[in-house]
Nanobody, 124 residues
Framework: QLQLVESGGGLVQAGGSLRLSCAAS????????MGWFRQAPGKEREFVAT????????YYADSVKGRFTVSRDNAKNTVYLQMNNLKPEDTAVYYCAADQYGIARQHPRDYDYWGQGTQVTVSS
């Protein structure tokens, strides 16, 4: 089992920034592709960003491209999501997830382990 714990969410005004962290434990973190997803009330969980094991490849949803940056530190077993120029439509619970078989996959069903989520609220 791989345990994932997100942190860093909160309330921010539009145009502001937040940095989410996801700390992993239990298995070899560096073997996994990591992804960030979000889910707003009444909506399906949607893909935000993903990063491969070596951090050599990243991929973003069009809605966050140019504003969000995913990174990882395998020595610290942590993946990050830097979110800049936040908009009210970014309001959601943000989840990190681990994919042990694929690269750059965007569907939640492809991810094997999930964190509990952290709330991000962007006020207008």
């Amino acid at each position: 089992q791989l345990q994932l714990v997100e942190s860093g969410g909160g309330l921010v005004q539009a145009g502001g920034s937040l940095r989410l962290s996801c700390a992993a434990s239990g298995r070899t973190f560096s073997r996994y592709t990591m992804g960030w997803f979000r889910q707003a009330p009444g909506k399906e969980r949607e893909f935000v960003a993903t990063i491969n094991w070596s951090a050599g490849y990243t991929y973003y949803a069009d809605s966050v491209k140019g504003r969000f940056t995913v990174s990882r530190d395998n020595a610290k077993n942590t993946v990050y999501l830097q979110m800049n120029n936040l908009k009210p439509e970014d309001t959601a619970v943000y989840y990190c997830a681990a994919d042990q078989y694929g690269i750059a996959r965007q569907h939640p069903r492809d991810y094997d382990y999930w964190g509990q989520g952290t709330q991000v609220t962007v006020s207008s």
